[in-house]
């Protein structure tokens, strides 16, 4: 099943509105990779607000009939980040993800 994907300009909007009046969720898998990662919610956020997006990672998963949308800056204490996101009627994050100089995960 072909699921739609949301315009850039969706995208944008969502993230800015809901990391700005903080109404989004980290799901389960995430929290876990933040502890691990030592991430913290305003690094997400930073990351979120002034980071770009990476479209070539964006993914679609036709058992949850949705997208998920990848964005890649620098946390409070400049370490790079990728945050997956999904949106539906809240955003979500889905994972977070530690860079290196390169781009690459860590």
């Not at 913290?40 to 956020?45: A, G, R, T, W």
Request: net charge positive; hydrophobic share 40%.
């Amino acid at each position: 099943m072909v699921v739609p994907k949301h315009s850039e300009s969706e995208i944008l909007e969502k993230v800015k509105i809901s990391i700005e009046t903080g109404s989004y969720i980290i799901l389960p898998h995430a929290r876990l990779r933040t502890k691990e990662r030592k991430v913290l919610p305003k690094d997400i956020e930073c990351a979120l607000l002034n980071g770009k997006r990476t479209k070539k990672r964006d993914r679609q998963d036709a058992l949850l009939k949705t997208w998920s949308y990848a964005f890649e800056g620098s946390t409070i204490d400049k370490r790079e980040l990728r945050v997956i996101v999904t949106i539906d009627d809240l955003l979500k994050i889905v994972t977070v993800v530690i860079l290196n100089e390169e781009g690459e995960d860590l």
